[in-house]
């Protein structure tokens, strides 16, 4: 059984550049909400952006957020300020719904 009902996979899916990704964006004029769930293990490298929130609705991340490591787990929220350095490990079985404080951060996926 999917772990997003068909409302939000009526959305469109998001172009995200990771492996085992299947993701679908929620668009506004201010910001995006993204659902994503991963099939695969995934290695995130160190980068920064504007603020993340999340709050994790299956499995297990490994997020390192300026220098600290944290692993969250389902009902765990987790919030990344704007510019902070962040990189970690997500593990296949992961879903998230994810709130970017950001307009543009990923288009749709043609």
Known sequence: MPIFPQPIRNLPEADIPLKGITAYLSQSETHQII???????????????????????????????????????????????????????????????TYFDQKARYKVKR
């Open 35 to 97: 659902f994503m769930e991963f099939s695969e293990d995934v290695d995130l490298p160190e980068h920064a952006h504007e603020g993340q929130w999340g709050i994790v609705l299956e499995g297990k991340i490994d997020l390192i957020i300026d220098g600290q490591k944290q692993t969250f787990t389902k009902g765990d929220r987790y919030f990344i300020p704007e510019g902070a350095a962040h990189s970690g490990k997500i593990y296949a079985g992961y879903a998230d719904m």
